[in-house]
């Protein structure tokens, strides 16, 4: 007598099971790597936002700080808003004084160079030269807050129009977001400047 062999194996259902279970897997894994990716995408460019505001705190700090009245003799603050300040200083050691502006557009804020003209002493608005130097911002308040200088941190600042005559001390907070609708959390960052050159209480 034969005796007949069977030959085992996967049947066409089986194969079909397999692979959507292969599939279901490899999705899950695949968005695994690429949530995590992300978030340490995310973690890398919010670290380089921190360290470049970082900078540019710093240096408007010290530009600030150093506000001197304008080489035609105008006050050295021209406009201080909520999110925006104009001052005049010699920020390239030249001689010159000249006139800055940072100010918030969108979510970029700029900064505006003015250098003065000669005979007579001008800054002529279409000389500016505007440069980005930090993105991503996210303030709906104020980035400039404005105090005399008798501030310890609990006092309100100025209303809004500011009487520029009254400011000695002005207060900076940035808000950095990379992604605001993922992780990781944003960043602020606040310090304030005494203008120099009005500090009476010495």
Do not use: C, W
Not at 12 to 29: A, D, N, P, Q
Not at 131 to 150: C, H, K, L, M
Request: net charge negative; proline share 5%; glycine share 6%.
């Amino acid at each position: 007598m034969f005796r007949q062999h069977k030959i085992s194996g996967f049947t066409l259902i089986e194969m079909i099971i397999v692979m959507g279970i292969i599939g279901i897997v490899g999705t899950i894994v695949y968005q695994f790597i690429v949530q995590g990716n992300r978030v340490f995408t995310q973690s890398r460019d919010q670290a380089l936002a921190q360290d470049t505001l970082r900078k540019v705190m710093d240096s408007l700090a010290k530009e600030l700080r150093k506000a001197q009245n304008a080489d035609n003799g105008a006050y050295l603050l021209e406009g201080a808003q909520e999110q925006s300040i104009i001052f005049y200083a010699d920020i390239d050691n030249d001689g010159d004084r000249e006139r800055i502006r940072y100010f918030l557009d969108g979510i970029d804020f700029k900064k505006g160079v003015v250098e003065p003209t000669v005979n007579p002493v001008e800054y002529p608005s279409e000389n500016e030269v505007i440069s980005p130097v930090v993105t991503n911002v996210r303030n709906q308040g104020a980035i400039f807050t404005y105090f005399d200088e008798n501030y310890t941190g609990t006092e309100d600042p100025f209303p809004y129009p500011i009487n520029l005559n009254e400011v000695k001390l002005v207060h900076l907070k940035f808000i950095v977001d990379v992604e605001p609708n993922f992780p990781p959390d944003p960043i602020s960052i606040e310090t304030s400047v005494m203008i120099r050159n009005l500090k009476t209480n010495l």
